[in-house]
């Protein structure tokens, strides 16, 4: 079984994970969790949620870490930091969307790879950013075992994380997302009806 961690912290943006949580928590494969600085946050949309980890408590294994962006990632936190660069150094998949792609640049975690974000502006002075000429304006990217996508990629986001862990053949994960990408009725014009 795989562990995929969602790394949630209070104002957490309650859409960038769903699709991405709800493709791999249908899997027999994989094992979707949450992990937080404390035991319950809150989402901007009001959901209250109690996460199943603490920092401390993460299993040593993480198949997948996924970072959910929002409104508090202005943060200062050790554990957290070594934490994403534990799972950087051993070459294991990291997802950051959103306000979590801010907290990659602030703390240098960006170095080596290409990358996107919200926007290059807010990392200004961010004195650990250094490598600003790997900014790619795409809604995601994914450079070795690192994506990162801006607050308004759920979808992209969601399809290149799901190949960076080879979740299923690339043309499946495609068609997959095509639904929530094209709408219904256009889906069913490319690929048929997925009901019947």
């Known amino acids: 079984m795989k562990t995929a961690i969602f790394l949630i912290l209070d104002e957490y943006a309650d859409w960038e994970g769903s699709y991405l949580a709800s493709q791999l928590n249908q899997s027999s494969n994989w094992c979707v969790s949450t992990a937080s600085i404390k035991p319950q946050v809150t989402s901007i949309g009001g959901f209250k949620t109690n996460v199943d980890y603490l920092l401390t408590e993460i299993p040593q294994k ?16 050790k554990e957290l930091r070594e934490l994403i660069v534990k799972q950087l150094n ?28 919200n926007s290059q502006y807010l990392w200004q002075n961010y004195s650990e950013y250094t490598n600003q000429g790997d900014f790619i304006k795409k809604q995601a990217v994914i450079d070795n075992n690192l994506v990162t996508a801006n ?15 080879n979740f299923l053949p690339e043309v499946e994960i495609d068609k ?7 709408g219904f009725y256009k889906y069913c014009a490319t690929y048929g009806n997925p009901y019947q």
């Open 176 to 182: 997959a997302l095509a639904l929530h990408e094209l």
């Open 62 to 77: 993480i198949d997948l870490l996924v970072l959910i962006g929002g409104n508090s990632w202005s943060i200062s936190n």
């Open 90 to 117: 051993m070459q294991q998949p990291v997802a950051a969307i959103c306000g979590a792609v801010d907290f990659l640049a602030q703390n240098g975690l960006l170095r080596n790879y290409k990358h996107t974000g």
């Open 151 to 165: 607050g308004t990629a759920t979808l992209e986001f969601t399809k290149l994380v799901l190949k960076l862990v």
